[in-house]
């Protein structure tokens, strides 16, 4: 039977009749998972090739507003998780998603988000294939909470490690930084910000397999998500063992991302982004890589922004505009409220 509530209420989360309608209305009709059982049953032949891994993750969505200017929570859900994959040298087959709703919230509401996840994972070339709804009392969370878990498969011979970039390597984005982090700011209001500032959240699988066909010998890559560019890199190069220098002229940022950093006193090298990742390749394949992202829709901003170094007294170091040089340290505490 057709849903014909027109906001959650407890009953939808008691497990009955009620239960079922929003689940089979709102979720189920859109996803076309493979069955009702309490597990997805999968299978895809490039799991049997010879060295074949399985890739393995999950996250866990929070953001305020839901909707704003370039997204939503759901469709972060898809890309996060299948760009978590993505950057690991996976191909991302199958995802998960589990709602927490808060009583009261709308269904229409629901059926919006609903929808950008399926077309976000249809884009990506994934399968949403099981989950779970929970309903919880009023207060109880910011109006619906997501949690998603992504399986992929890494093909045979491909091993991206942090620990496998070398002082020479250089470090490519792919696209313009803290887009997401200051979008969501301005779309909260509280601040009284007026900007035409998207989110720039997008799924990154395509690209990363464009960018390994073209440079096989590709050494890691990250999405730079909470924490921003700055705590990827620092995080890549302890891993590493080496250090990371970048080129403040290279960055990539607009005018309106560095208006709002310095109204507020930000930084925007530790601003959220959704759809941004840094990878290091060799410098020999540096513009083979940056031609096969430029060709993409997700890549045309892609850019050298720094490279490896030998390990120096800090992980990650500016070249400023001004010939000096600053330390880029790991973000402490809060820059900004959870943007993710």
Known sequence: MPLRDQRVTLAHGGGGKAMRDLIESVFTSVFNPPGMEDQARLMDARLQEPGARLAFTTDSFVVTPVEFPGGDIGKIAVCGTVNDLAVGGAKPLWLSASFIIEEGCEVALLRRLV??????????????????????????CDTVYITTAGVGVIPPGRDLDARSIRPGDVAIVNHVLGDHGA???????????????ESDCQSLGHLMEALIAAAPGTKA??????????????EMAEAAGCSVELDEIALPLRPEVKGVCEILGLDPLYLANEGTLVVFVPEAEAQAALAAMRAMPEGQGACIIGRAVPKAHVPVTLRTAFGGTRIVDML?????????
């Open 221 to 234: 890559a990250r999405d730079a998500t909470r924490g921003g560019l700055a705590s990827t890199l620092n």
């Open 332 to 340: 402490v505490g809060e820059q900004l409220p959870r943007i993710c």
């Open 115 to 140: 929808a950008s996840m399926a077309r976000e994972a249809a884009k990506a070339g994934v399968r949403i294939v099981t989950g779970d709804t929970k309903v919880v009392n009023r207060g109880a």
């Open 183 to 197: 979008a969501i700011l301005a779309a909260r209001g509280d601040l009284m910000l007026s900007t035409d500032l």
